[in-house]
C-alpha cells in the first residue's frame, strides 16, 4: 500500500514536534517493524500492535528476572551480603540483594535495600495489595516490624519475589537458602510492582 503523506502529516499534525516528513517516515518504520499496514498514520492498528509488542517486552523482561532468581537457588544466605550486579552467578544473598541483583539481570533499576526497594515501588505508584500479589507473577512483598513510611526506617524488613502461584523465590533467612517457599501466612506488610 503506497503512503499518502499528505493524508498522513495532517493526521499526526496533533502528536509530535516532530517535522512532519520525518514523523511519517518514523511511523511507516514501525508500521513496517510491526507487520501492520503501513499508512504513516499513528491510527488505532498502530496502536494495537504497539501495546501488544511492549506487553510481550515486559513479559520477557519479568520472565528473565525470576528466571535468574530461581537459578540461585540453593545459594547461602548472608545478611548484609553485597554482589556486583554484573556478576552472573554471586555466592550469596541477602533478600533485597537477591531482588535488586535479579532486576539488574533483566535491565531494570531496583535500589539495594528492602525499606530503599518499597520507598521506590511507593514514589513510582507500583504499590499494589498483598493479596493480590501473593498471586502476580513478579510482584515483590515486603514485611517489616513497624511502618516504612512513617519516620524512620523499620528495625526489622525482609522482602520476596512472588511467583503467582502463592510461592515466592527469596533469600529468606541464614536457616535457609535461596529457595522457593509458600506466601501464605507470612505476615506480608506491603507488596508492589516492579517498575520497568
Known amino acids: 500500500m503506497a503512503i499518502d503523506w499528505n493524508k498522513a502529516q495532517e493526521y499526526n499534525a496533533t502528536t509530535t514536534?516532530?517535522?512532519?516528513?520525518?514523523?511519517?517516515?518514523?511511523?511507516?518504520?514501525?508500521?513496517?517493524?510491526?507487520?501492520?499496514?503501513?499508512?504513516?498514520?499513528?491510527?488505532?492498528?498502530?496502536?494495537?500492535?504497539?501495546?501488544?509488542?511492549?506487553?510481550?517486552?515486559e513479559e520477557r523482561t519479568l520472565e528473565q528476572m525470576i528466571a535468574a532468581a530461581i537459578a540461585q537457588t540453593g545459594k547461602p544466605y548472608i545478611f548484609g551480603a553485597e554482589v556486583r550486579l554484573d556478576d552472573p552467578s554471586p555466592p550469596a544473598f541477602d533478600c533485597s540483594e537477591l531482588v535488586q541483583w535479579t532486576c539488574a539481570q533483566a535491565r531494570l533499576r531496583m535500589p539495594d535495600g528492602t525499606w530503599n526497594q518499597v520507598t521506590?515501588?511507593?514514589?513510582?505508584?507500583?504499590?499494589?495489595?498483598?493479596?493480590t500479589a501473593i498471586w502476580t507473577r513478579g510482584a515483590l512483598l515486603f514485611k517489616f516490624g513497624g511502618d516504612p513510611f512513617q519516620g524512620s526506617r523499620p528495625s526489622s524488613a525482609h522482602?520476596?519475589?512472588?511467583?503467582?502461584?502463592g510461592t515466592t523465590i527469596e533469600a529468606r533467612s541464614a536457616k535457609?537458602?535461596?529457595?522457593?517457599?509458600?506466601?501464605?501466612?507470612?505476615?506480608?506488610t506491603h507488596a508492589g510492582l516492579i517498575p520497568a
Open 120 to 131: 521506590h515501588c511507593r514514589d513510582v505508584g507500583t504499590l499494589i495489595d498483598v493479596s
Open 17 to 57: 514536534s516532530l517535522p512532519p516528513e520525518q514523523l511519517v517516515a518514523l511511523i511507516a518504520e514501525t508500521q513496517r517493524n510491526l507487520n501492520v499496514t503501513q499508512d504513516g498514520m499513528f491510527g488505532p492498528q498502530t496502536r494495537l500492535a504497539l501495546a501488544r509488542e511492549w506487553a510481550e517486552t
Open 159 to 165: 522482602v520476596a519475589i512472588s511467583l503467582g502461584n
Open 176 to 188: 535457609y537458602p535461596v529457595g522457593s517457599f509458600s506466601a501464605e501466612g507470612r505476615g506480608w
